[in-house]
């Protein structure tokens, strides 16, 4: 069973379109991330949810939008895409919000024409 | 902000040979973790380190944090093509939001 679900894999849109990127854990941790990766491999935190309270809020566009119906979903919701928004992105959940270890999805790859 | 760095940037052997892959802190770690990733996929956790002089081993993989808790190693024994891929180091800063080193490119020639 995959403990942390992405989807799409693979996301290949025009810039200007709205797209949602959905994740899932089945761990029964309370917290959840996103993660964004860029063409150099650097791998930057966006978002993270405990028990659906955002805790935290980096500095990304608010085009992006994170949703958490429940502890167990973090769906992130990008609007007006731009080609700067081509990565990788990472979903993660961890037991807790700090001193624990985060387990990662395989990633959706954005990428926009 | 609490910044990690990682050494080498990218590293090839060959294989059977051991290495040690380095990561520094501009502050005090409170929690040090280490991450592989294999290309195209996500992050598999490794090993978590919280006290300084802490040691831990997975297999033919090692990790250490000094001391003064502002540096740790990975060490891999023997290496092999299956440990080809990118190690990050990540940090979970007390009172700031967790970040990841810039990631080490392992290749391991047969």
């Known amino acids: 069973d995959t403990a942390v679900s992405q989807t799409p894999k693979y996301l290949v849109t025009q810039m200007g379109n709205d797209k949602s990127i959905k994740c899932e854990q089945n761990?029964?941790?309370?917290?959840m991330y996103w993660y964004k990766q860029d063409s150099k491999k650097f791998l930057k935190i966006m978002f993270s949810?405990?028990?659906?309270?955002?805790?935290i809020n980096e500095t990304v566009p608010n085009r992006f939008s994170p949703k958490s119906p429940d502890k167990a979903h973090l769906n992130l919701h990008i609007n007006s895409l731009e080609l700067g928004d081509s990565a990788v992105y990472f979903c993660?959940?961890?037991?807790?919000?700090?001193?624990?270890?985060?387990?990662f999805g395989d990633g959706t790859r954005l990428s926009i024409l | 902000s609490q910044e990690l760095e990682q050494s080498p940037q990218s590293l090839i052997v060959q294989e059977g040979k051991n290495l040690t892959i380095n990561c520094t802190s501009s502050?005090?770690?409170?929690?040090l973790y280490w991450y592989k990733q294999k290309y195209g996929e996500g992050l598999i956790f490794l090993m978590m380190l919280q006290k300084g002089g802490e040691e831990k081993s997975h297999e033919k993989i090692t990790a250490k944090l000094d001391e003064k808790k502002q540096q740790s190693s990975l060490h891999i024994t023997a290496s092999q093509p299956s440990h080809a891929g990118i190690y990050l180091c990540g940090a979970d800063p007390y009172g700031q939001n967790f970040v990841f080193g810039p990631g080490t490119r392992l290749s391991v020639l047969p």
């Open positions: 949810y405990n028990n659906k309270e955002l805790i």
């Open positions: 993660a959940s961890s037991l807790g919000p700090s001193n624990q270890p985060q387990h």
């Open positions: 502050k005090t770690l409170y929690g």
């Open positions: 761990l029964g941790h309370d917290t």
